[in-house]
């Protein structure tokens, strides 16, 4: 029988154990959310009259923690409606319940002694074949199941996820030593497919591998910073986005995880490490003791390395200074290997830039860096198989553009190891053979091919990668382009399937994108069964052009303007009507004309976190390529035949989730918002995304496919449009709208009401793609849209006038 996780528990409704719950509920599993029982009322609890046996009372920690992962931003729901799929209990009436799961998850305090107990109890109840696993950060897995029997300790194993679990890539996964190679492998694959995870095989050791390797590259940072002289702002500025690193680079990062929680980690590998040099690596600073003394953690207690604070000119942010224990205002770094590393085009150039330029900024880079990928080989084969999971643990768990070994091969191995001998480094064995073997660098990629990886003693092996993970920028290296322009490309996707995929700049939608779906239409009705839309950059497309629509308006060019709309319309109606399956597949933001591009396709297939929308009225505009028509045709596709009063609250919708620019948060609720049928597919890992896109697409094509078929649409018309409008009165007279905000919502109430029509009129889609490019045009010409524009264009923000 194949397993299956149906139901599963969460043991502990603290942080980490509330958002996991949530996030097997996004999924779509049950779970029960278990947490101890308070021995003591609380004020509130007396004031109900509630007593110690109070179900509420019993359960208040697994409420606290549910209604905690409800209120979470970012969201820890995919759709708030999920967590009714969560069900608050305690760990202790609700013990034999245990038997209903087929996964139960440990997120009880990191404490050795806690977690044995609780696991005995769960020995106790759980069904023999249910799978038992520990969400700590750093406790050992073997020392976990002393006690337990070999059949538990069997299907026990260590799912370390990374806060907050529905975002964080990253799942590391440690098999104990009697671990059931089966469940190790079915965790991996469920980790991947249904939770949407990138899974890494750790071993059982302190920490494991992202945080063992994170934890000693922010503690080398720490030592280098006070050896160079520098302040933490100054170290941010090098150690954020010009490093492949985030934002928030070290020391933000450090504020909104918590310093005691740094402290805990780092104090739990020098306590569980044997060697004297490592336990000495991981030391933390005075400053480090001193701050958690003073309670300054970070986010979470007001102040940390930074501090925000209220001045005369409104909020500053302040960095604490490390040498006189108070906050100054911020400083800017000088630093010629900053500005010339952030003047390169890559990555790769710019980290070689930081490294090897002729500052104490540069000095600095190189220290901590050299320090860390050092200490990783040093720890390669001890703290994970391969140098692949070392890299995306950094990358998933850490938000690394690159990992350590891409790093150093991006820095050039060679050279960066003749710079480390002469400096007195000693050099790990297992970069001394990679060396010795004549190769220069960790990975060997050749254009089209499967990336190669070193394993050590001078041996390489193809990176193991699941078939159905597609990556375009392989298949276009292979040649399997079939027509390309400046913006867009059509890529033979295998089984007879073409990918056409947006490479403009942010993936815009202008002429030549336009000019390529057109083709697209062509190439697969003569040659292809069937069509995916997609593409890997960071958002799938944030719309049309702006700049260009911006500056024919203001050069008065309305005809061009008007062929401009009119063409795009056409194009997205030749796609939604060709001879064959088309699949759109949005992924993170699917804005404006990104949105209008997925909606004439037969089936969407969205990444789990697709943030999709139509967001025109925000730069003064209503949708143009059909958006509206789309968003009605879906809001009233349900609705009963005989048209009366009910169709209004469906072209309300419609109306509402356009006019205030609604984005959806994740896949689900853009189907709550009427932008997704029920049809439409979610991907819960993105890397998967194309492929299931395709799944779909060959198996409409198989099915014997009919192309769509141009239906009528009703339309609630003039009496249905007074009443939207005098709902616009109420807003603008309520000061929440401005008068353009209002004359913007009369063109969009027009459009989705069909015009100068009796309630009930059945209208053409032609005859709504003319009234909304009508409205479109008119708005364009309006200064203050215009003025809209600029400014989005200008601060990336929208401005309300
Ligand atoms: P937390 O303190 O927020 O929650 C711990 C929960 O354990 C609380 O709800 C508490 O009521 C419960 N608890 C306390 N004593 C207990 C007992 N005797 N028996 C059963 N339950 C008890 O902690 P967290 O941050 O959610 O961490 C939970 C686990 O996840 C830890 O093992 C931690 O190392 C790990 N982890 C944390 C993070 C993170 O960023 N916070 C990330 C990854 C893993």
């Known amino acids: ?38 021995n003591e009322l609380t004020e509130e609890e007396k004031k109900k009259g509630l007593t110690l046996e109070s179900r509420q009372v019993r359960n208040r920690f697994s409420l606290r923690g549910l209604e905690n992962a409800r209120k979470a931003r970012p969201a820890a729901f995919y759709d708030s409606d999920d967590a009714a799929l969560v069900e608050p209990g305690n760990l202790v009436d609700d013990l034999p319940r245990l038997a209903e799961c087929d996964w ?23 069904r023999p074949d249910a799978i038992v696993s520990s969400n700590t950060s750093g406790i050992s897995i073997a020392a976990m199941v002393e006690g337990r029997s070999e059949a538990f300790r069997k299907r026990f194993l260590g799912t370390h996820f990374f806060n907050p679990p529905r975002y964080m890539k990253l799942l590391e996964i440690i098999p104990g030593p009697d671990t059931d190679p089966d469940i190790v492998a079915f965790m991996q694959r469920f980790g991947e497919r249904e939770l949407g995870k990138g899974v890494v095989l750790a071993k059982d050791t302190p920490n494991f591998i992202a945080n063992r390797i994170g934890t000693y590259g922010l503690l080398r940072t720490l030592d280098a910073m006070q050896r160079f002289g520098l302040g933490v702002d100054e170290v941010d500025a090098l150690t954020g986005p010009v490093m492949g690193r985030p934002k928030s680079a070290t020391f933000r990062t450090l504020d909104l ?31 480090i003791l001193k701050m958690v003394e003073n309670r300054w953690l970070g986010e979470k207690t007001g102040q940390g390395f930074f501090k925000r604070e209220r001045t005369a000119s409104g909020k500053e942010i302040l960095a604490l200074d490390l040498n006189t224990f108070e906050y100054r205002p911020r400083k800017k770094l000088q630093s010629a ?58 990358k998933w768990g850490f938000n690394w553009e690159l990992g350590p070994y891409e790093t150093w091969d991006a820095i050039g191995l060679e050279r960066s190891v003749a710079r480390m001998r002469e400096e007195g480094d000693e050099i790990p064995p297992f970069v001394e053979e990679l060396l010795a073997s004549g190769r220069t660098s960790f990975y060997e990629r050749k254009p089209g091919e499967t990336p190669r990886f070193y394993v050590g003693k001078g041996e390489y092996r193809e990176i193991d990668e699941p078939k159905e993970i597609i990556s375009l920028g392989r298949l276009k290296e292979a040649g399997r382009v079939v027509r390309r322009n400046t913006g867009a490309s059509l890529i033979d996707i295998g089984d007879g399937v073409v990918c056409l995929e947006f490479h403009s700049l942010k993936q815009a939608i202008g002429p030549d994108v336009v000019e390529m779906i057109n083709i697209a239409v062509d190439e697969v009705e003569q040659n292809w069964d069937a069509l995916v839309i997609a593409n890997q950059a960071p958002n799938f497309c944030v719309g049309a052009n702006l700049l260009m629509m911006l500056m024919e308006a203001q ?74 028509k789309e968003l009605l045709i879906r809001a009233v596709e349900n609705v009963p035949q005989n ?20 984005v959806s948060t994740s896949a689900k609720e853009a189907r709550k918002l009427g932008f997704l049928r029920d049809s439409d597919g979610i991907s819960v890992n993105r890397d998967y995304q194309i492929h299931d896109a395709k799944t779909v ?51 969009l109430i027009r459009v989705l009401t069909g015009g100068a029509v009796p309630r009930g009129t059945l209208v053409t889609e032609q005859y709504l793609l003319d009234l909304e490019r009508e409205a479109f045009l008119s708005l364009v010409g309006e200064p203050k849209t215009q003025e809209r524009m600029q400014h989005m264009l200008m601060t990336g923000k929208p401005l309300r006038n």
């Open 555 to 628: 050069a008065g060019h309305w005809d061009a303007l008007d062929q401009t709309v009119n063409e795009f319309q056409q194009t997205l109606l030749r796609l939604k009507y060709m001879r064959k399956p088309v699949v759109a597949a949005p992924h993170a933001m699917a804005l404006g004309g990104g949105a209008e591009v997925c909606f004439p396709a037969d089936r969407i297939q969205a990444a789990a976190e697709t943030y999709i929308g139509l967001v025109e009225v925000g730069v003064g505009l209503i949708p143009g390529g059909g958006g509206n």
């Open 337 to 394: 290997s900053l500005e010339k590393a952030k003047a390169q085009t890559t990555l790769e150039r710019k980290l070689q830039a930081l490294v090897y330029g002729d500052d104490d900024a540069s000095r600095f880079i190189w220290t901590v860096l050299k320090e860390t990928l050092l200490y990783t080989a040093r720890k390669q084969g001890e703290i994970a198989d391969d140098i692949v999971a070392v890299d995306n643990a950094m």
């Open 697 to 747: 697409a060959l198996s409409l094509a198989k099915a014997g496919y009919q192309p769509q078929v141009p239906r009528k649409i009703p339309v609630v018309g003039e009496s249905g449009a007074a009443m939207l409008k005098i709902g616009v009165f109420g807003m603008k007279k309520a000061g929440y709208i401005s008068e353009h905000d209002e004359k913007i919502a009369h063109h």
């Open 643 to 662: 048209i009366d009063e009910r169709l209004d609250q469906f072209v309300r919708r419609a109306f509402e989730t356009i006019a205030t620019a609604k």
């Open 257 to 287: 995880v918590g310093l005691d929680t740094f402290v805990h980690v780092a104090n739990n590998v020098r306590d569980s490490v044997s060697e004297s040099w490592e336990k000495k690596a991981f030391e933390l600073p005075d400053y």
């Open 104 to 126: 139960i998850i440990e997120a009880v305090v990191e404490n050795l002694a806690v977690k044995r107990d609780v696991l005995a109890k769960v020995e106790q109840h759980a």
């Open 1 to 38: 029988m194949t397993r299956q996780i149906r139901k599963a528990a969460v043991l502990g409704a603290g942080v980490m154990g509330a958002a996991i719950a949530a996030h097997l509920a996004n999924v779509g599993i049950p779970v029960l959310l278990l947490d101890i029982v308070p």
